[in-house]
């Protein structure tokens, strides 16, 4: 256990989109910088699906998620932070001085002027197949993620779920599977209008509303899926249909664990905490970003997460030092940037 009370000026907890572009924004600013990630690797959720194509980042064009992490990375050690991986943080103590100190798992304290936390949605879990004795088959074809697409070249591919994940990865899938069929337990899908009516205008088999009811299959692979109709309340019927299957996906949602953070005072939902306008948590010098964060008119896009973190970081400037600047010039007119443009080799005349 070390002791690292060096002040910084920002401290960001979670070193997913938000938090690393928080990172890099921060040194825009000209603040001494402190990333925390509780995993042993950077980039959030960005994790779950590394091959899945990431399509709304503003000027991107379409990009696989390990990649846009490889990218959010390098952008976020621009300007020299120092990032600490494998400590979950869970205290939080105000100094004498008004300083703020996090303690992490290991009992290592951070000290820091200001907090921003980009945490997601904390500890993520998968929902799980609620039916008996299917946990043999998670090492082999049934799936709550997916991180290669070929392992399901030519097979019969049965997901359940009907939020965005299920409806992108049902239309990832359709060109490289043999077959594709998505039950849903609704009518109407969550997904993005766009990508459901691809789904819809496709090969895919779609049954709704249905549920898998039951699995059979050996000791090592699931070989067939029992799936049931259901009415209007939600109860099964008699319809049901046996589906061969090579693979089943379940997108049932994610269940989530912010853990000690509920216990700092913070105002908050079921998973979320609530800030204002500023992105200030009822916390002073405390601010979140990304899908931890919760306002009025909130995006939730990779844009939006991206611009929850550049609000919080000025603000959190401004309440270092009040007479700063809300707000810096864009990059291209940022005197900040001459040097490192220079040695991208940049013409003088158009530095």
Known sequence: MTNTLELYDLTIVGGGPAGLFATFYSGMRDM???LIEAQAYLGGRLNSY???MIWDVGGLLPTRADQLIE??????ETFQPTIVLNQQIEQLERCPDGHLIVTSHTGERHYTRTLLLSVGYGVIKFSKLDLADVEKYEVTNLHYSVTDLEQFRQKRVLISGGGNSAVDWANELEPIAKAVTVVHRRDQFAGHEKSVKKMNQSTIKIK??????????T??????????KLNEDGESLDTTENLPVDAIIVNHGLQSDLGQLKQWGL???ERH??????LETTIDGVYAAGDTAKFSNKINLLAGAFTDAAVAVNHAKTYIKPEAKNDIFISSHNAIFTEKNRALGVPEEDL
């Open 219 to 228: 000791q090592t692979h699931i070989q067939t899926a029992e799936i049931t």
């Open 208 to 217: 709704t509303p249905y549920i898998i009811r039951k699995v059979n299959g």
């Open 71 to 76: 990218s959010l990375v390098a952008q976020a």
């Open 273 to 278: 905490i609530l800030v204002n306008d500023k």
């Open 50 to 52: 590394p091959k899945k």
């Open 32 to 34: 001494k910088t402190k």
């Open 267 to 269: 105002e908050m939902d």
